[in-house]
């Protein structure tokens, strides 16, 4: 069995931080690559950033690059997606998912396991 359980959402001003967790059983994520997306209310789920399995590559959208930083503790089996200098549109739920196959780029491939989500919301 494969859960992932989100924490560290709230409600911050603009220009605040946040540190999202994702913790994760049934994988060791340092074993695999794992990503971050969020949807917003009546939009699709995007892309915001991704760790391949080496740790040796992120990826980030163009929207949060520079602003948000996606990193694993592999001793407490945690992803995590420190975010600074919010802004409004960033407001939207934050999953964190597995990347299950290892033959899958953690950008442009598909994600195998969900968390529940975790509410963000920026205020202005």
């Known amino acids: 069995q494969v859960q992932l359980v989100e924490s560290g959402g709230g409600l911050v001003q603009t220009g605040g931080s946040l540190r999202l967790s994702c913790a994760a059983s049934g994988r060791t994520v340092s074993n695999y690559a794992m990503g971050w997306f969020r949807q917003a209310p009546g939009k699709e789920r995007k892309f915001v950033g991704a760790i391949a399995k080496s740790g040796d590559s992120t990826y980030y959208s163009d929207s949060v690059k520079g602003r948000f930083t996606i990193s694993r503790d592999n001793a407490k089996n945690t992803l995590y997606l420190q975010m600074n200098s919010l802004k409004p549109e960033d407001t939207a739920v934050y999953y964190c998912?597995?990347?299950?196959?290892?033959?899958?780029?953690?950008?442009?491939?598909?994600?195998?396991?969900w968390g529940q989500g975790t509410q963000v919301t920026v205020s202005s």
């Open positions: 998912a597995l990347q299950d196959n290892k033959y899958t780029h953690p950008r442009y491939g598909a994600y195998d396991y």
